[in-house]
């Protein structure tokens, strides 16, 4: 699914180096999801006939209620990054932003040879 994260204006410059066709990871809050409780330790998901305990599956209700994405942006216009592979609700608070790190080459701050399109 497509969409658009909006951030908060004072963080816009920490948004110069994002580029369509990179790929983000994305921490934000479960904010609508229910309060945690032990029973929840152990959820069935829909697609599956057994449970499963809830670090190996992707609940929202969760003990921490923090969710990760990993989302290909689109494009970028001043503090809205469009993406794609969306997951969350409208409003949905996002907590952090990061580069998708898939090895020592595609990180920004390695001090040797980058992968092309890495910043």
Same mark, same amino acid.
Not at 68 to 75: A, G, H, K, N, T
């Given at each position: 699914?497509? !969409?658009?994260?909006? *951030?908060?204006?004072?963080?816009?410059?920490?948004?110069? $180096?994002?580029? %369509?066709?990179?790929?983000?990871?994305?921490?934000?809050?479960?904010? &609508?999801?229910?309060?945690?409780?032990?029973?929840?330790? &152990?959820?069935?998901?829909?697609?599956?006939?057994? %449970?499963?305990?809830?670090?190996? *599956?992707?609940?929202?209700?969760?003990?921490? %209620?923090? !969710?990760?994405?990993?989302?290909? #942006?689109?494009?970028? $216009? #001043?503090?809205? *990054?469009?993406?794609?592979?969306?997951?969350?609700? $409208? !409003?949905?608070? *996002?907590?952090?932003? &990061?580069?998708?790190?898939? $090895?020592?080459?595609?990180?920004?701050?390695?001090?040797?040879?980058?992968?092309?399109?890495?910043?």
């Amino acid at each position: 699914m497509e !969409g658009t994260l909006e *951030i908060l204006p004072e963080y816009t410059e920490g948004l110069s $180096d994002i580029r %369509a066709g990179q790929r983000i990871v994305v921490l934000f809050h479960f904010h &609508k999801s229910p309060p945690f409780i032990p029973q929840l330790l &152990k959820q069935t998901p829909p697609n599956r006939d057994t %449970a499963l305990g809830v670090f190996s *599956i992707c609940s929202p209700r969760r003990p921490n %209620a923090i !969710g990760l994405s990993v989302l290909e #942006v689109i494009s970028k $216009d #001043v503090n809205r *990054i469009r993406v794609r592979g969306l997951d969350m609700i $409208d !409003g949905t608070p *996002i907590l952090d932003i &990061k580069p998708h790190i898939e $090895d020592q080459d595609s990180c920004p701050s390695y001090p040797g040879p980058r992968r092309e399109g890495t910043p």
